[in-house]
């Protein structure tokens, strides 16, 4: 049975750091991109950073870039995001998703961590 299940959401003043934790397991971890996103109330689901099958090549929602970093060990079946510099619009739940084929395909998914910048 996969889960998924993300940690180290709390509340953060602007300019604060968090890092996320997405721990997997049921699934042969280091075959399966793995995302970030995240939604605020009130707004969709957005893509925030995925990281490829080796930790290889990762990619960054405008939003984010420079400020927030993907890793993952797969020694560890766990993705992180380093989240720095934090603003109040990075107020959202945070979840992380796996992609099997690799094509933008997210079938599993955690249940989500909030994360909460305050200004």
């Known amino acids: 049975q996969v889960q998924l299940v993300e940690s180290g959401g709390r509340l953060v003043q602007a300019g604060g750091s968090l890092r996320l934790s997405c721990a997997a397991s049921?699934?042969?971890?280091?075959?399966?991109?793995m995302g970030w996103f995240r939604q605020a109330p009130g707004k969709k689901r957005e893509f925030v950073a995925k990281?490829?099958?080796?930790?290889?090549?990762?990619i960054y929602a405008d939003s984010v870039k420079g400020r927030f970093t993907i890793s993952r060990d797969n020694a560890k079946n766990t993705v992180y995001l380093q989240m720095n510099s934090l603003k109040p619009e990075d107020t959202a739940i945070y979840y992380c998703?796996?992609?099997?084929?690799?094509?933008?395909?997210?079938?599993?998914w955690g249940q989500g961590t909030q994360v909460t910048v305050s200004s």
């Open positions: 998703a796996a992609d099997r084929l690799g094509v933008f395909s997210y079938g599993y």
């Open positions: 049921g699934l042969t971890f280091s075959s399966y991109v």
């Open positions: 990281i490829s099958r080796d930790g290889s090549n990762t």
